[in-house]
């Protein structure tokens, strides 16, 4: 720590910092635009201008952009000299010249940096009458709006988009003061994290098109702490609402895991919550509307049978509804609804990660790598938000060169041009090319076996105790040394794999692997793909197949399915099978879907925006979720509906089923502090759920009555929906709105943190419920070289952002970036079929039936013998990974083999 001096008052500051990081990590107030915690300096906007002497003696000084000043100690400046605001003042009116006037209708308003900015610096009359620049607006897709007009050329956009998420189809594009942001054709962006726009441009450039379809202001939306439910890491989001339909979400701060940033499927897979697929009240059989106290006692009926009843858990939902379902059929009848192989490989993961004795890092510690291995897994398209992180962690080699040469990490510029040719490396092994492949130093394509066998053959070349494949060939032999070389000399290296590959040979190469480091900080993470599914597998159960078994030999006649469409997990005709053997269904969901559609009684469950919860995530966090608004009238959590038929059990309220949770598996202990209970108060008052500035809360419901009812109550948190109760004082990470006096932007979040870019003050949201422990055994079973057989493809399923997870699908704005369809073929492969690029292929199991009809695109970088297909779509989902398959091209010629 340094002393510094701010206007006549002396701070401790950190080194290595610049000035303006400093200033805002002590909570004084200083204007800028082109900065960003996460982006760094470049000195574009020249907003943050302050004073710096040379010593006590100088009274004059001179001008300084505090974004490109370090810190040192002595160090004398002022921010509220009259030079310094002067310059201020006069750069923000030069900025404006060509703002136009609309903040009154301007999506940005009320929650614009460039207003609190404006209103900082005392430029509050515009002198300026002349004309102003004027551009086109651009069709960016589904999910952005563009109002270029609005532009004051920060360059934080680009500077996002193409340095630090790594796009190419958004430029700066003109010269002088006439700088143009945007596509050079109209299209949508192409970037997996260009909802990030949306909270980087300090305008209103770039706006949420989703949130403009039911637009309302910061201030009226009521909002709440929430998990992305999209994927398996974890990430922190605040959705907000408006008279019951939930409007938009944004990234919620989480030092550890998502920090400023969310991949598009998360920031716009809400709509879901919307969809008029919603179950919105109890049904028997499929037709007849029942009241919630008919449903819940027509399930207390069907509970009482004779035989046994089984319960069918699921990945999508919490822990508690998970667990209440498991106490009220019995462990014994409990099964976690997964195929066969998804549940192998998570039992692996789940062994790996408590017994393995190697630490499975958070997004934060990712970023930190010096060496990453990528197994056999698409991060872009499974695990999005660690693949934003995974390309910050290759720019660690030029940090380290830039400190030998005293350039400080937070100079952008300087480090980018120095950072040129010096990028810490990043290995991809995967099934075909991936949008992280131009930040690697070397890609290898192969089929899941061959994947495995390589990462064993690393592990062999890292610590000869490892088995070592046999028949390795020249080329994998080479890159197995080259690989194992570069990750034996880091300091922090980090092997990534996952289910996304479905090879439980590659998720046990990447153990082998990560074992055989030598280094002490060596690190192992695995993607999974829905947001619990690391919770359910703690929690553990039978398999979905052993279900069916009870079921098909009379041994159960009632089963209850929790959040859980099983026409996803299985086949169809087995599904059919199990559904109509079944005396009684009762299916507990949120959206319809083939199995809501079989079921005796369908219970209406809320979603996560009008639910609590708590998920575990990839790397063993636990997060609670709570409700946005109160669910509609006869919806409820589904742990409501579970614990309602339980008789004779004892817990009713959340708080108790989350404690008989955390006792019975002591693993999940720390469960019960990833966030305060409901009896927490602030001087007897509960969290605000609604911003200070709250409106119309009157005139909402005065078609219907003229008085204003009384606010719902929430018994089962520590939030009130409500814009009256405790607002200081409360845990950062427990803040429902990031807002603080003259910063209504998300730039507020600076106010909360312990330091610029650091950790919220109080800690970050969650709390990890296990370390890794033990040593792990070596794993010895090494498949065998993929060898393609004349006339049969292996098919591998890949994921997509879009179209592959379940929820985010039934959002009409993902839906329309979900890609079409198709069988991806090697060229040689389509060659052997005499088919191009757009031909109808039928894709026919080993028996000669006819699992899907699909177009042909042709893929230059899957290997020979595969046949690549997108995963989770509705046209392919009777499609298993690791079938064998036969083509045969239909169309007018004729079919031909």
Known sequence: ??????????????????????????????????????????????????????????????????????????????????????????????????????????????????????????HTVRRYRGQKRTHKNQYLGPFINHEMNRCIACYRCVRFYDDYAGGSDLQALGISNNVYFGRFNDGALENEFS???????????????????????????????????????????????????????INRYNGEVNGYFLCDRGRFGYGFVNSPERILKPLINGQSEIESAAAEQHFRDLLKSDQPVIGIGSPRASLEANFALRTLVGEEHFFLGLDNTEHDMLDAIDSILHNGGIHSPSLRE??????????????????????????????????????????????????????????????????????????????????????????????????????????????????????????????????????????????????????????????????????????????????????????????????????????????????????????????????????????????????????????????????????????????????????????????????ALTAACAETFPELEAMTRAAPDASFRIRGMKIPRQPHRYSGRTAMLANIKVSEPQQPLDPETPFAFSMEGATAKVQSAMEPVIWAPGWNSNQAINKFQEGIGGHLQGGDYGVRVFEAAGAGDWFNTIPQVFEPEQGLWLIVLLPHIFGSEELSLRSPPVAERTLAACAMLNPSDAVTLAVASGDLIDIRNLNGKTMASLPVRLEPSLPAGLLGITAGLPETRQISQADRVTLVKTGNSGEQS
Not at 111 to 120: A, F, G, I, K, S
Not at 196 to 203: A, F, I, Q
Not at 517 to 546: A, H, Y
């Open 366 to 655: 990712v970023e930190q790598s010096d060496a990453v291995l990528i197994l056999g897994e698409d991060v872009t398209n499974s695990a999005p938000r660690l693949a934003l992180s995974l390309r910050q962690a290759v720019r660690n080699a030029v940090f380290d060169l830039a400190e030998t040469l005293h350039i400080p990490s937070w100079q952008d510029a300087a480090v980018r041009d120095l950072g040129k040719n010096h990028r810490s490396p990043l290995f991809i092994a995967g099934v075909c090319t991936t949008r992280l492949d131009d930040a690697a130093v070397r890609c290898y394509r192969g089929s899941p076996d061959d994947i495995a066998r390589l990462g064993f053959a690393i592990a062999c070349h890292l610590d000869n105790q490892a088995p070592e494949p046999a028949d390795l060939g020249d080329v994998e032999r080479a890159l197995a040394a080259t690989i194992a070389d570069s990750l034996k000399t880091a300091k922090r290296p980090l092997i990534v794999s996952g289910t996304s590959c479905a090879s439980l040979a590659v998720i046990q190469a990447a153990f082998n692997v990560a074992k055989a480091l030598p280094s002490k900080d060596r690190q192992l993470t695995f993607t999974v793909p829905e947001c619990n599914s690391m919770g359910l597998v703690i929690i553990g159960g039978g398999r979905l197949q052993q279900a069916f078994e009870r079921v098909r030999e009379g041994l159960a006649d009632t089963v209850v399915i929790l959040e859980n469409d099983l026409y996803r997990r299985a086949q169809d005709q087995e599904v059919d099978a199990f559904l109509h053997s079944a005396a009684h269904v009762v299916a507990i969901d949120c959206l319809n879907n083939k199995t809501t559609e079989q079921a005796e009684l369908l219970l209406s469950a809320a979603t996560f925006a009008e639910s609590e919860g708590t998920l575990l995530s990839n790397e063993g966090r636990a997060q609670r979720y709570f409700p946005v608004y109160p669910p509609p009238e006869h919806v409820r959590a589904s742990w409501q509906w579970l614990s309602a038929a339980a008789e004779g059990l004892k817990w009713r309220h959340f708080d």
């Open 1 to 122: 720590m340094i002393t510094i001096e701010i206007d006549g008052v002396h701070y401790q500051v950190k080194t290595e910092t610049s000035l303006l990081s400093a200033c805002l990590s002590l909570g004084l107030d200083l204007p800028y635009f082109c900065w960003h915690p996460a982006l760094g300096s470049v000195g574009a906007c020249r907003q943050c201008a302050v004073i710096q002497y040379k010593d006590v003696e100088d009274k004059r000084g001179r001008l300084v952009m505090a974004c490109m000043t370090p810190v040192a100690d002595d160090m004398r400046i002022s921010i509220d000299a009259e030079q310094a605001k002067q310059f201020r003042a006069e750069n923000i009116e030069l900025l404006m010249t060509n703002h136009p006037h609309d903040c009154p209708v301007c999506e940005e308003g009320g929650e614009c940096h460039l207003q609190d900015m404006t209103v900082m610096t005392g």
């Open 195 to 249: 909802g990030n726009l949306v909270e980087v441009c300090p305008t209103g450039v770039f706006t949420d098109k989703t949130f403009s379809a039911h637009y309302a202001r910061k201030w009226d939306l009521q909002t709440a702490p929430s998990v992305c439910v999209h994927c398996g890491l974890g990430c922190n989001i605040a959705p907000g609402e408006r008279y019951g339909e939930l409007r938009r979400v």
